[in-house]
């Protein structure tokens, strides 16, 4: 059986796909933020990150290279056993993205679930 992701905040829990992107814009810079993560045995492993423009703290990782707009990079970040996502309401949502679709945090989750805890599912 495949290994999943799960976000689970305030009682709820939400499978995601075994790889899967996170995306948010920044509140101040406007510029877009992707992660792309995939679930492991030794827990969830950060892929890629893609990082639109640099500045307001949105300066692109180590070693990444500009392709198509974004700087792309492949951090050597070990496995983590959880992310937890916070979120404020004062900016956009996260969004989550699998198969090509990605929707906002708030159709998977309350609004005001918050801190959001990213996991391989149990």
Same mark, same amino acid.
Do not use: N
């Given at each position: 059986?495949?290994?999943?992701?799960?976000?689970?905040?305030?009682?709820?829990?939400?499978?995601?796909?075994?790889?899967?992107?996170?995306?948010?814009?920044?509140?101040?810079?406007?510029?877009?933020?992707?992660?792309?993560?995939?679930?492991?045995?030794?827990?969830?492993?950060?892929?890629?990150?893609?990082?639109?423009?640099?500045?307001?703290?949105?300066?692109?990782?180590?070693?990444?290279?500009?392709? @198509?707009?974004?700087?792309?990079?492949?951090?050597?970040?070990?496995?983590? !056993?959880?992310?937890?996502?916070? !979120?404020?309401?004062?900016?956009? @949502?996260?969004?989550?993205?699998?198969? @090509? !679709?990605?929707?906002?945090?708030?159709?998977?989750?309350?609004? @005001?679930?918050?801190?959001?805890?990213?996991?391989?599912?149990?």
């Amino acid at each position: 059986m495949a290994l999943l992701a799960c976000l689970a905040a305030g009682g709820h829990v939400v499978r995601l796909a075994a790889v899967f992107t996170l995306a948010w814009t920044h509140s101040v810079q406007k510029s877009e933020w992707r992660e792309t993560w995939r679930a492991t045995a030794e827990g969830l492993v950060l892929d890629e990150v893609r990082v639109e423009g640099s500045g307001a703290g949105m300066e692109p990782p180590e070693g990444a290279v500009l392709k @198509d707009g974004f700087y792309v990079a492949h951090p050597a970040l070990p496995p983590q !056993r959880e992310v937890l996502l916070r !979120r404020s309401g004062a900016t956009a @949502d996260w969004r989550v993205c699998m198969e @090509d !679709r990605c929707r906002p945090m708030g159709e998977l989750l309350p609004a @005001d679930a918050d801190p959001v805890r990213l996991a391989v599912c149990e």
